[in-house]
């Protein structure tokens, strides 16, 4: 129990020390306009509050990630604790700061457009490509789990395609329409009954003195379970996240301020990390130990750990309340995945998307391929998106880094943890199945050779971006505010 409120204390710590730190870093520029004013077109660029922006923030990037994740990292024992601490605040919540940052200095720009800019053209068309994969990937995910937990809440009596089409129907909608027409107003409760939801299971678990391991050299993690690189792999949202690149623009469109984005962006990833802790803790203390929680993973999957877990803490229509938290998660980061791969590509090919026929083009044969995804098993998917999501983290840490040299400033905030999981991203793919099968230690070396030749890349690009001046933000001197 002390390890998990310590851990609980340090991510809150982290928000108002590390997280001061990098905003210092970054530079915050209260004068200037931001894009939901400069580029306001009543459809993504609308100004919203910061309570708002941030529980729309905190819903678009959750998912299922800070739940199920940890609940299998769980398996590793308390090291997964540190994983979420280290990584969500030195880490995942650079990440999302600086993404929705240097989006508001560029037009709201999403990532493949950030990644042509401060690191080659040529990505542009590779981050683009990686990232409406991923995209494709998280809304065809977060349709299958939300309708699963759906269907046993329901008892099974409403028809599983009847509840997969009902959320298709609401995501067509959601990624339609103006942000603030569903979005806007939906999400505030929507995150109330999250946070509701997680605190509760937290509460319960202090208030009944649950069996929550502590850190030791004995249980560091149990039964020598491979932690480099999987865990980084299993917990992902609940402390880095690639995804969270591709859902910040979204707000950086309707941040009103500049002095908004750490409350916004690194406030939320730190709340986000917080409830990763919170099911962690519960997977590991709930299950009669490792043994218990593997063979309930085995028989009903991290659906079952939830439903489980809730209706322990909380008894029948608390836990039918957490678990209906739970499925908001998935479906507000599902929404939000489509709607986020519809303004990628119409970025991509400059196509206003003021009209609602031309938002339509690009969003039906979007979620036609995703029909067609949910027919592949959900491992297989699993496995494809955990890679592709810590890749695009990489990317992302490393447009963050750049734009801080360019700069002048501490790009090492950013450059380290991109370093780090540029690392592990490589090794993974030698190493695992669905990548080149080779074995660990074959995979450690590709991986660091990969590693030192990308990141010597890096600086040798940074040097000549430095050298000539590249522009870091968008010019609006010529813009006036209407009357």
Not at 350 to 373: C, D, H
Request: hydrophobic share 55%; glycine share 10%; with cysteine.
């Amino acid at each position: 129990m002390i390890t998990f409120l310590a851990c609980i204390a340090l991510l809150i710590i982290g928000y108002f020390t590390y997280g001061k730190f990098v905003e210092k870093v970054f530079g915050v520029k209260e004068a200037r306009t931001t894009p939901a004013y400069t580029h306001a077109d009543g459809v993504d660029y609308i100004a919203m509050s910061t309570p708002k922006n941030s529980l729309i923030q905190l819903l678009n990037i959750a998912g299922t990630g800070p739940i199920f994740g940890p609940i299998m990292g769980a398996l590793y024992g308390p090291v997964a604790f540190i994983w979420i601490v280290i990584g969500c605040i030195f880490a995942g919540a650079v990440h999302d700061y600086l993404t929705g940052m240097i989006s508001i200095r560029n037009r709201g720009a999403h990532l493949p457009e950030l990644a042509s800019k401060f690191l080659g053209k040529v990505m542009k068309h590779v981050v683009n490509a990686f990232a409406v994969l991923l995209l494709l990937l998280v809304g065809t995910v977060f349709v299958t789990t939300p309708a699963d937990l759906l269907y046993v809440v329901m008892d099974q009596k409403i028809s599983l395609t009847l509840i997969i089409a009902a959320i298709f129907i609401y995501y067509i909608l959601a990624t339609l329409l103006p942000v603030d027409k569903i979005i806007g107003r939906l999400y505030p409760y929507f995150g109330a009954l999250l946070l509701i939801s997680a605190l509760g299971v937290g509460i319960g678990l202090v208030a009944t003195g649950a069996n929550i391991p502590e850190i030791s050299l004995q249980n560091f993690h149990p039964a020598n379970a491979p932690i480099f690189p999987l865990l980084f792999f299993t917990i992902t949202c609940g402390a880095l996240s690639g995804f969270h690149a591709t859902q910040t623009p979204i707000i950086s469109r309707t941040t009103q301020n500049e002095n908004q984005g750490r409350k916004i962006f690194y406030g939320m990833m730190i709340a986000e990390g917080i409830i990763a802790m919170i099911w962690a803790a519960a997977a590991m203390s709930l299950f009669d130990g490792y043994n218990g929680l593997s063979d309930f993973l085995a028989n009903g999957g991290p659906g079952a750990v939830v439903s489980e877990a809730s209706t322990m803490m909380l008894g029948a229509i608390g836990g039918t309340l957490a678990i209906l938290g739970v499925v908001v998660l998935p479906i507000t980061s599902g929404d939000t995945a489509f709607r986020s791969a519809r303004m990628i590509i119409a970025d991509y090919i400059n196509f206003s998307q003021k009209k609602f026929s031309s938002r339509l083009w690009i969003a039906v044969p979007l979620f036609v391929i995703s029909l067609g995804l949910t027919q592949i098993d959900f491992n297989i998917l699993w496995r494809y998106f955990s890679w592709a999501n810590q890749s695009t983290a990489v990317i992302a840490l490393f447009v963050g880094a750049m734009y801080l040299y360019i700069a002048k400033k501490n790009y090492w905030i950013s450059l380290i943890p991109g370093t780090f999981m540029l690392l592990m991203v490589l090794t993974y793919i030698f190493n695992a199945p669905i990548g080149f099968g080779l074995s660990m230690n074959a995979s450690w070396i590709g991986g660091a050779i990969g590693t030192v030749a990308l990141v010597a890349l890096f600086f040798s690009a940074a040097k000549k971006a430095r050298a000539n001046n590249l522009p870091l933000e968008e010019d609006i001197s010529g813009w006036k505010k209407s009357a």
